[in-house]
């Protein structure tokens, strides 16, 4: 049975993010349309509401007044980030430059997740941060913060949005040099509310100061989001699925690359470029997929894609290999294992070789008594995407996490699949 039809994805998590918590450091008020619904993105609109932020709801979006970066100093200030890394990681950022004290926590997930590559940078400039064995709670105390000239330990656009966010509140300018490149949302938002980032290579600097926010942003659709029904396209016959008004980074859509070149039929219609590329992507079915090798310098532009491209490859004509994903070890679950073993229980050939994933394939899927997403809100979608290729029935444990990063996801998927 195939996927069918035109939808429109949420508004991107990973933006909808950065334009909440950098509205604690910047001034004016911005009007946000297609703002993310999803409980991530909740956590940051509690928090900035918390530590003093006014929104208003109006019939075209949400309107947010900045703080400048002037708030009532929290003592031991407890803020509750859910489940997601992204709060914590640039609130980090954010108050490490700002006085006052905080407690950073999280959920069950969240507790498990490393803190101490964000924590090493803002210690190096200055400021006091605390973590459990590595992980939440973060207590963090801001102080005058110094320059610092830091060489990312690993690819992660959260470790360098922390220390860029930090630098806005320093003494003095700071640089930053990844590993390889990672989205970048962080420096648009803030060179489009008036800051000055600067590259050069893979090293980037920023000098201090207020951000001033533009009247109005549009927030395109999430890619990762659109990625489930869009992947699902390639592998399902007689498939045809158009995301509207989709993000196009080429840092977010790595995924829509690995899919072209496995043979599916994609087609891109760019509509908009500022401040982020946007357009339409439509992803046909084109014959069955061949097998292919993700490297290690693609996986920062599809980390969040690899549980739905795992899929893709166990319809695929021969060996796909996932090369370095050990960064997925470290996300709401050890996804790779998570991965590994449920798609094993549908029947596909998978196996994890060191921090390799290797998935052999064709393979009929089928459906165990029971699947276990373990909570981990993409592993669960996948999931339910594997049970209709396999077009079969059973209970996901853990998926009342999807809402998590997309609560429309059940209702597209009705809408989609054709039965």
Not at 229 to 243: D, H, K, Q
Request: glycine letters at 10%; one cysteine or more.
């Amino acid at each position: 049975m195939p996927f069918i039809g035109t939808f429109v994805p949420p508004g991107d998590k990973s933006i909808s993010h950065r334009l909440i918590l950098m509205s604690l450091l910047a001034q004016g008020q911005i009007l946000i349309k297609g703002l993310s619904n999803c409980q991530d993105v909740q956590s940051s609109l509690d928090i900035y509401r918390t530590l003093g932020g006014v929104t208003e709801l109006e019939a075209d979006g949400l309107r947010l007044r900045g703080l400048g970066g002037q708030w009532p100093p929290g003592q031991d200030l407890m803020l509750q980030c859910g489940n997601s890394g992204t709060t914590i990681r640039l609130l980090m950022g954010i108050l490490a430059g700002r006085p006052g004290s905080y407690v950073l926590d999280g959920d069950e997930q969240l507790r498990r997740r490393p803190m101490e590559r964000v924590a090493d940078p803002l210690r190096r400039m200055g400021a006091e941060v605390k973590t459990v064995n590595g992980k939440p709670p973060v207590t963090i105390k801001g102080g005058e913060l110094k320059s610092i000239d830091y060489t990312c330990v690993a690819a992660s656009a959260q470790l360098k949005s922390a220390v860029l966010l930090a630098t806005l509140s320093a003494k003095g300018p700071s640089a930053v040099t990844e590993p390889c490149l990672t989205r970048d949302h962080t420096e648009r938002l803030i060179n489009f509310w008036g800051g000055s980032i600067s590259h050069s290579g893979l090293k980037i600097s920023l000098s201090p100061g207020i951000l001033k926010m533009t009247n109005t942003f549009e927030c395109p659709g999430d890619p990762s989001s659109a990625a489930f029904f869009l992947s699902a396209a390639a592998f399902n016959e007689g498939s045809s699925v158009t995301a509207e008004n989709i993000l196009m980074s080429q840092l977010r859509t790595g995924f829509l690359r690995v899919l072209d070149r496995m043979g599916a039929k994609v087609s891109l219609s760019l509509s908009s470029d500022t401040p982020e590329p946007a357009g339409g992507v439509k992803i046909e079915y084109d014959g069955p997929l061949m097998a292919t090798e993700i490297t290690s310098e693609e996986t920062p532009s599809l980390i969040d894609e690899i549980p739905i491209l795992a899929l893709a490859a166990t319809q695929a004509v021969g060996r796909t290999i996932f090369r370095q994903v050990d960064e997925l070890r470290i996300k709401e679950t050890d996804r790779l294992a998570s991965i590994s073993s449920q798609l094993t229980a549908m029947g596909a050939k998978i196996v994890v070789e060191g921090d390799d994933l290797i998935v052999d394939g064709p393979t009929v899927l089928k459906a165990p008594n029971q699947l276990d997403s373990s909570g981990d809100h993409r592993l669960a979608m996948t999931l339910a995407i594997a049970l209709k290729t396999a077009k079969a029935e059973t209970k996901i444990l853990g998926d009342k996490s999807i809402p998590i990063s997309y609560p429309e996801f059940n209702s597209h998927l009705a809408q989609l699949w054709r039965d």
